[in-house]
């Protein structure tokens, strides 16, 4: 079974420029999640979709942030314009369903806003 | 509020001997997960351990073990025979039904096993 994909790995970009991070969730999980992860922080999470409904997205600085998951499978969050400060790691993960099971996590998106 | 602390920053360890990762929550709801994951330096997070709040039996996965005191609210990580590839960052994480469900991590403790 195939896990959590993101791409890119790493991304280099000037500040104000915009972003795009994607990710592709476990097959059948219908839970998604954006992270943001600091150096030597926990995640922190950005938005958390059921199928293609965004339930929370209340940690998401929606003035420069955006997120879609149109079919209800893989999911892209945005940035624009990005800030020095965005520089962080982005973690995309799944999990199957409501119950209190664990989420499996994709290798992240290292984003260097220079 | 849900949350998670992890007092210790930094553990060192010497391979072959076990040790102890501290993590206390707070919650006042009654049905939740606690769980453990490692992230090395290539940065993916790996999940390790799972107990349920309803769980009567400390989890075990290998050479981890979870140390569930309910009433302390804590929920310690155990590594026995530390091995050189243990040395990593590891996170302890609660998901709460009466909180959407979200995930909540702590601070992370950072491992160094010793050869």
Known sequence: EAGVVQSPRYKIIEKKQPVAFWCNPISGHNTLYWYLQNLGQGPELLIRYENEEAVDDSQLPKDRFSAERLKGVDSTLKIQPAELGDSAVYLCASSPGTSLGEQYFGPGTRLTVT | ?115
């Open chain 2, 1 to 115: 509020a849900q949350k998670i602390t992890q007092t210790q920053p930094g553990m060192f360890v010497q391979e072959k001997e076990a040790v102890t990762l501290d993590c206390t929550y707070d919650t006042s709801d009654q049905s939740y997960g606690l769980f453990w994951y490692k992230q090395p330096s290539s940065g993916e997070m790996i999940f390790l351990i799972y107990q349920g709040s309803y769980d009567e039996q400390n989890a075990t996965e290998g050479r981890y073990s979870l140390n569930f005191q309910k009433a302390r609210k804590s929920a310690n990580l155990v590594i026995s025979a530390s091995q050189l590839g243990d040395s990593a960052m590891y996170f302890c994480a609660m998901r709460v039904r009466g909180y959407g469900q979200n995930f909540v991590f702590g601070p992370g403790t950072r491992l160094s096993v010793l050869p």
